[in-house]
């Protein structure tokens, strides 16, 4: 795994960097983890160190829509706007773990 300076440096400001590594809580999960649920609050921004997920879309009819994936230094554009706007994920959104 990464270190969060590895993943991002370059993409990010060093002083941002330092800030993320002051707060950070570094989570590990197994593949097939939901990381994130639907109508959850997000108080946290994922930043991706190792592995790859998927983002999907969950509908009760059609099952599970592929909205993208994510590699490591990447980070979920829907979930930081959930965490910014204070607001519940919505539209079935799952963070999935899909390899180490």
């Known amino acids: 795994m990464l270190s969060i300076e590895q993943a991002y440096a370059g993409v990010l400001e060093p002083a941002l960097i330092e800030e993320i590594i002051k707060n ?3 989570k590990t ?3 097939g983890d939901l990381i994130i649920d639907t109508d959850q609050y997000i108080s ?3 930043l ?3 592995g790859a997920i998927k983002v999907v879309r969950e509908d009760e009819a059609r099952g599970e829509l ?3 994936y994510l590699e490591q230094g990447q980070t979920c554009t829907m979930s930081i706007a959930c ?3 204070n607001k519940k994920v919505k539209f079935g959104l799952g963070l999935k773990r899909i390899q180490p």
Do not use: H, K, N, V
Request: charged share 15%.
């Open 48 to 50: 991706l160190l190792a």
């Open 29 to 31: 999960f197994r593949e």
């Open 44 to 46: 946290a921004m994922p």
């Open 24 to 26: 950070a809580r570094i």
């Open 83 to 85: 965490c910014l706007g």
């Open 66 to 68: 592929l909205l993208y």
